[in-house]
């Protein structure tokens, strides 16, 4: 954390979520009772099994998932924005702005290359064209997205590549909130230290990130605070340190 005081930027408040599957007659409750405070550039960490919660509790946030209850509220400044309340409209173009929400697999629109797409993001953030584009190339290019794959089409892109290129339009420009859906799972070692080269600088960049990792020397290295969820409820909330030290059972499966 940067501040000795620093202000909420994200309060979610009692936050329960659970899906209907009718095919099978089932019913999974997948978030119960979750409440936490991301405060201005906390590196938020959640960690936690396959199957705890953590994707569903990002979803709820961006709000691509409506909880049953509980509130997710967006602080700026002295204003306070409910997000589970807010229209579709008013929603997206926060989304653009204010806050980035990187998925685990690119969804990217057809036809676009990976230029055209963090140049849109850029510009989504307020940036002019030139200056939108010439952001995006450097942040490819930090990213290791070579030159030559600028223009070719998203779709062709490896997994590795594709998940760099979604990290570059998440990052560019940064927002003062970012949620990061697993964003370095699928990469090699070199790849991998680029990307946390790049996570790592949003803390010079006052970025509040909340992100799910499944690797404990991650976590240390870019995280001021952990969540652990179990079975959609939190199970913990620390320090790293405090966190990962102390035993909790379900740690021994999440990073066996
Ligand atoms: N769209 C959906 N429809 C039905 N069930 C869902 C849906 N999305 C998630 N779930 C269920 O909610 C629970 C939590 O899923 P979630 O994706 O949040 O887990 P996770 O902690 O992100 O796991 P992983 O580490 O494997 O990504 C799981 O039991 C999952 O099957
Ligand atoms: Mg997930």
Redesign the pocket.
């Known amino acids: 954390m940067t501040h000795d005081n620093p202000a909420p930027v994200l309060t979610v408040d009692n936050l329960s979520?659970s899906?209907?599957?009718h095919a099978i007659n089932r019913f999974?409750?997948?978030?119960t009772a979750v409440s936490f405070t991301l405060y201005e550039g906390e590196h938020l960490a959640?960690a936690?099994?396959?199957?705890?919660?953590?994707?569903?509790?990002?979803?709820c946030i961006v709000r691509n998932?409506l909880p049953n209850s509980g509130t997710v509220i967006l602080h700026d400044g002295d204003t306070t924005i409910d997000l589970t309340a807010l229209d579709d409209r008013r929603m997206a173009r926060l989304r653009g702005r204010d806050f980035g929400y990187v998925s685990?697999f690119l969804n990217a629109p057809p036809r676009q290359g990976p230029l055209r797409l963090v140049t849109n993001a850029a510009l989504r953030r307020g940036l002019a064209h030139q200056e939108a584009e010439q952001a995006a190339a450097v942040s490819l290019t930090r990213l290791g997205i070579e030159e030559r794959l600028w223009d070719v089409d998203c779709s062709v892109l490896s997994g590795g590549e594709r998940q760099r290129v979604n990290l570059a339009a998440g990052t560019v420009s940064p927002p003062r909130l970012l949620l990061l859906?697993?964003p370095v799972s699928a990469l090699d070692p070199a790849n991998r230290a680029l990307a946390l080269e790049v996570i790592e600088d949003l803390h010079h960049h006052d970025v509040s990130v909340l992100a799910?990792y499944?690797d404990m020397t991650v976590i240390r290295r870019v995280a001021d605070r952990v969540l652990l969820?179990d079975g959609?409820v939190i199970a913990a909330d620390g320090t790293p340190d405090e966190v990962l030290s102390a035993g909790h059972t379900v740690l021994d499966e999440v990073f066996a």
Do not use: N, P, W
């Open positions: 979520m899906f209907t599957l999974v409750q997948s978030l959640l936690g099994a396959s199957g705890a919660g953590k994707s569903s509790l990002l979803r998932y685990q859906d697993e799910i499944h969820m959609g």
